[in-house]
């Protein structure tokens, strides 16, 4: 079975109703069952967004319950890798396609695990054509 990277912008379609998309369901629909591999960052990105929403009034407490239950109920396995590893792999995929490091680790960790990439980024959609690996 295909492992697949899941970004966080995908992950928060599904949290705030408001991002929600069409396209998004669909792949959350896909993905039941699907290895899913993140990079470290992401349970931190997650969580910064369910706080700024918090603050700013777009997520109620059940809705947040709701979105880590359905996070729970996933195939998600954290990448592990020590420091200097991380950043000398994500600082050249960060220059060749002019991303953020944060999405640099997200195209980096498909690319190490041959697996494709669920991303609703546009940046991040054009560097993965860019690349030997797949969007999901």
Avoid at 62 to 91: K, N, Y
Avoid at 99 to 127: C, G, I
């Amino acid at each position: 079975m295909t492992t697949v990277v899941v970004d966080a912008s995908l992950a928060l379609a599904w949290c705030f109703p408001d991002e929600w998309t069409p396209e998004a369901d669909r792949m959350l629909v896909a993905l039941k069952g699907v290895p899913i591999r993140v990079p470290a960052v992401w349970p931190l990105e997650i969580a910064n967004a369910i706080l700024v929403g918090e603050r700013r009034k777009r997520i109620k407490q059940a809705e947040i319950f709701r979105f880590i239950a359905l996070l729970e109920s996933l195939q998600i396995s954290q990448d592990q890798q020590s420091v200097g590893p991380t950043v000398s792999r994500v600082l050249p995929v960060g220059r060749t396609h002019n991303l953020s490091a944060y999405d640099a680790a997200y195209l980096e960790l498909a690319v190490r695990h041959n697996a494709q990439l669920a991303t609703l980024d546009a940046d991040l959609r054009k560097a993965v054509k860019q690349s030997d690996i797949k969007l999901f």
